[in-house]
């Protein structure tokens, strides 16, 4: 009597173990969350570090006279390029910690310097969108490879600019909210096969909203960069024409 209660009772065992193992196994098959991205949470604001960093970046350039920013190629575009030393900082003292959003202290954002000769302003650049970018970049450059140099483009959305065909690129699976407005982002691609991500509908969102006038000559991004602690990372150039945002391509 008493081995048929302990078998029914490790069978009842087993069964649960298989239980918790699929449930295991079906969260690993969820795919894995890129840094600082949490599913059904909205995304981290930034305002509070940015003004705090702020400061400490005032103090630290009248002291000193200098900017603590990291050394940069000259190659690294704007949007990337003079990232703070956030180390730096603290030890000299500016700042009694570094943000739990900052990436050294393993959040999802790098701490920018724009306009760092006439009026240095912190800004933020989201790597969640610079991951996934690059993911899809690694696999465009996947599909040249193995098609003779093709890329796998779907619609020309601009002129020389077309989407990344997700299909053909496989990459379904990776999807892109936008800092500013929280909206899918398209994956776009130039004649090189460069991929970008598209702002284009966030900015005509915002000249809507503020009812913006832009002229042609104006880089629309630093209407973005203007009205959000973000930067547009990973983007093309956009220029106002007709009554619509166009990104502009590098020439070839």
């Known amino acids: 009597m008493t ?11 087993r069964k649960a173990a298989a239980a918790i193992m699929v449930a295991l196994l079906a969260v690993s098959l969820t795919g894995c ?51 703070i030393d956030m180390d730096l900082l603290q030890k000299r ?63 020309e959305v601009f002129p020389g600019i077309h989407t990344v065909d997700p299909a053909l690129a496989n990459t379904n699976n990776i ?4 800092v500013y407005s929280g909206q899918d982002m398209n994956f776009i691609m130039d004649q090189a096969g460069v991929v970008y991500a598209d702002y284009a509908f966030d900015i005509m969102q915002l000249i809507d909203k503020e009812g913006l006038k832009p002229t042609e000559e104006e880089d629309l991004r630093e209407e973005l960069v203007k009205a959000s602690d973000y930067v547009p990372v990973k983007s093309l150039s956009y220029k106002w024409s007709g009554d619509a945002p166009v990104a502009v391509g590098p020439q070839l």
């Open 3 to 13: 081995q048929a209660k302990f078998s029914k009772s490790s069978g009842g065992f």
């Open 33 to 83: 969350l890129y840094p600082g991205e949490k599913k059904n949470e909205t995304r981290v604001s930034y305002r509070e570090s940015v003004k705090r960093i702020q400061m400490a970046i005032d103090d630290y350039q009248k002291d000193s006279g200098l900017l603590p920013i990291l050394n940069a190629d000259q190659s690294i575009p704007k949007y990337e390029k003079f990232r």
């Open 93 to 155: 003292g500016f700042i009694d910690e570094i943000p739990s959003t900052a990436f050294e202290k393993g959040g999802s954002a790098y701490f920018l310097i724009l306009d760092e000769e006439t009026n240095p302003t912190v800004k933020v650049m989201d790597l969640v969108t610079v991951q996934k970018i690059n993911d899809v970049q690694r696999a465009v450059n996947q599909y040249k490879s193995a098609h003779n140099g093709k890329l796998p483009a779907g619609e």
């Open 175 to 178: 999807i892109l909210k936008s």
